[in-house]
C-alpha cells in the first residue's frame, strides 16, 4: 500500500486553526469557498483511493485569498505516493487560470507548489476556483482523489 502523504506540525496547528475560526464564524466570506470533496464530488469516490485537500494562505491580511496572492495546499492520500494537483480559475464561465503540479517530496519543481492568483488571461477580479487532488495512472489518464471549491476574491 502507497504511503499517505502527512500534513507538517505547523501546517497542521494552521489548518486547526482556520477550521476553528470558520465554525465560530470568524471567517465568514470564506464559507464561500466550498466543501472538499472526496472522489471529485458526485458520485463518490472513484477509484481505488480518496484524499483530502485544503487551501493554505499565504499572503492573505484577511483569512481569504484576493486576486495577485499566493496560496498553497495541504493534501493527503493514501492513494498515491506521487499526488498532484491542478487549481482551475474561470470569470463568467471563461477559464482564466490553470496551472498543475506534483505535491509529493522529491517532485523536481517545488516552487511550482506555490500558485499565483494571476495570470495573462486573468488581470484582476474575482474568480471562481477548482483545486483537485488526483493520481496519475499507468495509461496517461488520472483519478480524481478529491476537489476544493476556492472563491477568489477581487
Request: glycine share 12%; with cysteine; proline share 5%.
Amino acid at each position: 500500500m502507497a504511503a499517505a502523504t502527512r500534513l507538517t506540525r505547523p501546517a497542521a496547528l494552521t489548518l486547526i486553526a482556520v477550521l476553528t475560526a470558520l465554525c465560530i464564524g470568524l471567517l465568514a466570506p470564506a464559507a464561500h469557498a466550498g466543501k472538499p470533496t472526496a472522489g471529485g464530488g458526485k458520485g463518490g469516490p472513484k477509484g481505488s483511493g480518496s484524499g483530502t485537500i485544503s487551501l493554505v494562505l499565504l499572503d492573505s491580511t484577511d483569512g481569504v485569498p484576493h486576486w495577485g496572492q499566493h496560496v498553497r495546499f495541504d493534501v493527503s492520500t493514501t492513494a498515491t505516493t506521487e499526488p498532484h494537483v491542478s487549481l482551475k480559475c474561470s470569470q463568467g464561465g471563461t477559464l482564466v487560470y490553470s496551472s498543475q503540479t506534483g505535491y509529493y517530496d522529491g517532485y523536481p519543481w517545488p516552487a511550482t507548489q506555490t500558485f499565483t492568483l494571476s495570470s495573462a488571461s486573468w488581470t484582476g477580479g474575482a474568480a471562481d476556483c477548482t483545486a483537485r487532488l488526483y493520481s496519475l495512472n499507468n495509461n496517461g489518464s488520472s483519478t480524481t482523489l478529491a476537489t476544493l471549491a476556492v472563491a477568489v476574491y477581487a
